[in-house]
């Protein structure tokens, strides 16, 4: 049978074949065993397009039942995006199997719903074959929908009208296009091809009577209804316009359409409001006041704007209800737009509603909580069903740093004192998650590679004795770049790569090398508070529990770095007298010998230079950017680039792991802020999500932030996406609470970046709006009154500065406190109706 495995590695279909045929059935089914075994023990177990067809074949010439072929062909190793059905159909027509489309159910199943087109196109034509009806789950939808684009379906170059209208699968999947989450994802061609290609050829066949229109209406509504991402529902948002309900189809649908009005995203709610508006009176007067309520205190201003002018249209046009809608109207005079809220209360008044005049009250300083102290530390695992579930948990996600630290001491504790539990828990967890299967051994400064090797260790004492050598060479390479003295010491090569990639990959050699020992007390460095701070007390009391026990390097490196910053001689002439290497070197540190603050300059770079002729993503980089470079005061070393951050071109430099960073240096908010100025700064220039979602965590941590700590929070405040604006909110909520908000220097470097044109302004309203609704109002004002100049001072001021001037009347109205901002006056002075002179003589009367 070498020859047939042979055949089956290099895609060959016809030789397979050839082979099955000559086979009778016992042999058949021996070969089948023989055929998941090879699957499984093969090192390069990667199949696809001939190859996947190949093995398609054989599975289906070779298996006795539907559930052992697809157990084969559902391995996320086979890839059936471009396997070809035909040979596998008439292998099976040979065989008079009746389980084909069974096969093909069980697949469907298996689909990815994050990739539902990978497989698809195969389970299309085994399905087709069988004359079998579809399935209706979710990724099985989704690659219906995705293939409906797909240009790779259509190369016989049949119109998509042509093809839906005679597609087996339409009547069947169609209303469940309208039911599954984020299958607008899927129907919208991600390149090329016509955007509404879809929804136009669905409108189409709606109106030849192939499609029941009434029963795509109400689709289009229970999806919106349902909600989505914005951009999943942009398609049936299309739909729905191209169908272009009646005013009877909108009038028996109106409370659904009023709901829309009230409670959906901006471009839904936009939409429900112009179908109401032109079926006139139809709407009763008393439901869609209840909606207007809500939506005049909605933040879409163009959605807000043309509410106002149909309540005004209707309260002329209903005399008899002017009041109710001036109530209504009444309402929007809370706006937090300004120039709405006045034309709310115009409006109103015109209309016959009198508001009660209330006396402001002006109230100085920030109305913040005081700051609550950052966390302990979860207590260390001890148990190694706890360890096994904490690692499971972690596996496949984003590794925050306590976590890291936890699972790092629990696997050094209980490999020394458990391991054979350890071992027979943890091994299947690892396996079944693929850890370290797709690392690549020579990849050896690498996080991910080095935090697998430890686990896979920890799991079985084959893998440990494979990495040996390696840690053996890390910590070789590494032992030149210990990190005292910092004075007086032969100089040492610049650092190649980060600094927290040196560290991490020293120590997780070190762990290696320790799950060896017997009966260890753990980790020096594990942290003792929720930043990853080390309290000074407890390292001494780790330090003297161990009494003659060497300590390891890097282990109390790491301890040391993460010990906050100042001087303490009592503990330190403590530490001294333990009489050990180590307790003296925590005496040094405790007596001043630390980490030494770096310098910091404010540079401003440009973007690399383009790699080739197809270097797609050179287009997408922001043209410069406003970084942080550091470097150590004149004199210090800094052997592992702690201290030290180049000033990057935009697209170079290192990425990743920024959760880890803020406890590597807890005690060290600014130098953290400079290293992880790149991450933050994509967040607001390359809309990367999640990029500044490290904020609140760095706010929790001590030292002085400078210049570094403004700019992060800045780039944050104009994050693409709203968990990072959120994230940069508490971090700015926090420090104010704690004293350690530099709001003017904040507010410069924001001005700073908006008109320079490196972020978008507007993004930044409403989070600095929801801080000051939170309480933090001087510090809004303090910040706003440092950003304006800048932005007043543009040749054309970036859009959102009117929002900001706003918000800067409301917070220096709201707290009394008066600071002159340069330039506002020389817009005043220039006159004109433009809602930049109206809100900047706004801020000037509220100053004056």
Not at 251 to 277: C, I, K, M
Not at 313 to 341: K, M, N, Y
Not at 596 to 603: E, G, K, L, R, Y
Not at 783 to 798: D, E, Q, S, V
Request: charged share 25%; glycine share 8%; hydrophobic share 45%.
């Amino acid at each position: 049978m070498t020859d047939f495995f042979e055949s089956l590695v290099r895609g060959d279909v016809p030789a397979v074949r050839a082979v099955l045929e000559g086979l009778d059935e016992p042999a058949r089914r021996a070969l089948g065993d023989e055929l998941v075994a090879h699957v499984r023990r093969r090192r390069d177990n990667w199949w696809w397009g001939k190859e996947a067809t190949a093995l398609a074949v054989a599975a289906v010439g070779t298996l006795t039942t539907a559930t052992k072929a697809a157990s084969l062909l559902g391995r996320r190793s086979v890839m059936l995006r471009d396997a070809d059905p035909e040979p596998v159909v008439a292998m099976a027509r040979r065989r008079r199997l009746t389980w084909l489309a069974a096969l093909a159910y069980k697949l469907a199943d298996r689909l990815s719903r994050s990739e539902p087109w990978d497989g698809w196109l195969f389970l299309e034509g085994l399905l087709l074959a069988e004359k079998a009806p579809p399935p209706t789950g979710d990724a099985f939808v989704a690659g219906w929908a995705h293939a409906m684009w797909d240009p790779f379906r259509g190369r016989q170059h049949v119109p998509l009208v042509d093809r839906l209208r005679a597609d087996p699968f339409l009547d069947v999947l169609l209303p469940r296009l309208f039911e599954v989450d984020g299958v607008g994802h899927d129907l919208t061609p991600g390149y090329g091809a016509d955007r509404h290609l879809v929804p136009e050829t669905l409108a189409a066949l709606a109106a030849e009577g192939r499609l029941d229109r009434m029963a795509l209406l109400d689709g289009i509504i229970g999806r919106l209804l349902r909600g989505d991402r914005p951009a999943a529902l942009r398609p049936f948002l299309a739909l729905h316009d191209l169908l272009a309900p009646t005013a009877d189809e909108v009038t028996e649908r109106a409370a659904a359409y009023l709901r829309l009005l009230a409670d959906a995203p901006g471009p839904v709610a936009t939409t429900a409001q112009r179908a109401l508006r032109e079926v006139g009176d139809a709407v009763e007067l008393a439901a869609l006041a209840e909606a207007a309520r809500t939506v005049l205190t909605r933040p879409e201003k163009a959605l807000v704007r043309a509410q106002l002018s149909w309540l005004d249209r209707l309260a002329r046009q209903r005399p008899d209800g002017a009041a109710e809608i001036a109530a209504v109207l009444a309402v929007g005079g809370d706006h937090p737009a300004a120039d709405l809220r006045d034309r709310a209360v115009a409006l109103a008044e015109r209309h016959g509603h009198r508001p009660v005049r209330s006396v402001a009250v002006t109230m100085a300083g920030d109305e913040l909580p005081p700051p609550v102290p950052a966390a302990d530390a979860p207590p260390p695992i001890t148990e190694v069903d706890e360890l096994v579930e904490e690692v499971s948990a972690l596996l496949g996600r984003r590794w925050p740093a306590p976590a890291v630290e936890r699972v790092l001491d629990g696997l050094v504790r209980l490999r020394t004192t458990d391991r054979g539990r350890l071992e027979g828990a943890l091994l299947p967890v690892l396996r079944r998650e693929q850890v370290g299967a797709y690392d690549h051994m020579w990849a050896v400064f690498n996080l991910s590679v080095q935090l697998h090797g430890v686990l896979l260790a920890a799991a079985a004492p084959a893998e440990a004795a494979t990495r040996r050598d390696q840690w053996v060479g890390i910590l070789t390479e590494s032992r030149p770049r210990t990190l005292r003295p910092f004075r007086g010491r032969p100089t040492v090569e610049a650092a190649r790569r980060p600094a927290l990639t040196q560290v991490y990959c020293a120590r997780l050699a070190e762990i290696g090398q320790r799950l060896d020992g017997r009966d260890d007390p753990g980790l020096l460095a594990a942290p003792t508070s929720a930043t990853g701070a080390v309290d000074p007390i407890a390292l001494y009391e780790r330090l003297a529990a161990l009494g003659g026990r060497p300590v390891w390097r890097w282990d109390l490196t790491q301890a040391l770095l993460r010990l906050p910053a100042g001087v303490d001689e009592a503990l330190a002439a403590r530490a001294a007298a333990l009489g050990t290497p180590a307790g003296a070197e925590l005496a040094g540190w405790l007596r001043g010998d630390a980490l030494p603050a770096p310098v910091q300059d404010v540079v401003t770079v440009g973007r690399r230079e383009p790699m080739g002729n197809y270097d797609f993503r050179y287009d997408r980089l922001p043209g410069r950017r406003t970084v942080v470079a550091t470097s150590p005061p004149e004199g210090v070393a800094d052997p592992l680039g702690l201290l030290t951050v180049p000033a990057h071109q935009v697209g170079r430099g290192h990425g990743g792991w920024a959760d880890l960073w803020p406890a590597l240096l807890p005690g060290h908010r600014g130098l953290v802020a400079a290293h992880l100025l790149r991450e933050v700064a994509q967040a607001a220039q390359e809309d990367v999500r999640g990029a500044a979602t490290f904020l609140p965590v760095l706010a929790e941590c001590t030292g002085a932030g400078g210049p570094a700590l403004d700019l992060a929070l800045a780039y944050g405040l104009c994050a693409r996406h709203e968990v990072d604006r959120v994230a940069a909110v508490d971090a700015l909520l926090m420090l104010a609470a704690a004293g350690d908000l530099d709001a003017p220097a904040m507010g410069a470097q924001l001005g700073a970046l908006a008109a320079d044109g490196q972020v978008t302004l507007t993004r930044a309203a409403t989070p600095l709006r929801d801080a000051a609704a939170a309480g933090a109002r001087l510090s809004t004002w303090r910040l706003l009154a440092g950003a304006l100049p800048a932005l007043l001072a543009a040749p054309t001021p970036p859009r959102g500065t009117p929002d900001l001037l706003t918000l800067a009347a409301e917070t220096a109205t709201a707290t009394g406190v008066r600071i002159e901002v340069q330039g506002l006056a020389d817009v005043v002075a220039r006159g004109g109706g433009s809602r930049l002179v109206t809100e900047a003589r706004r801020l000037a009367t509220a100053l004056t």
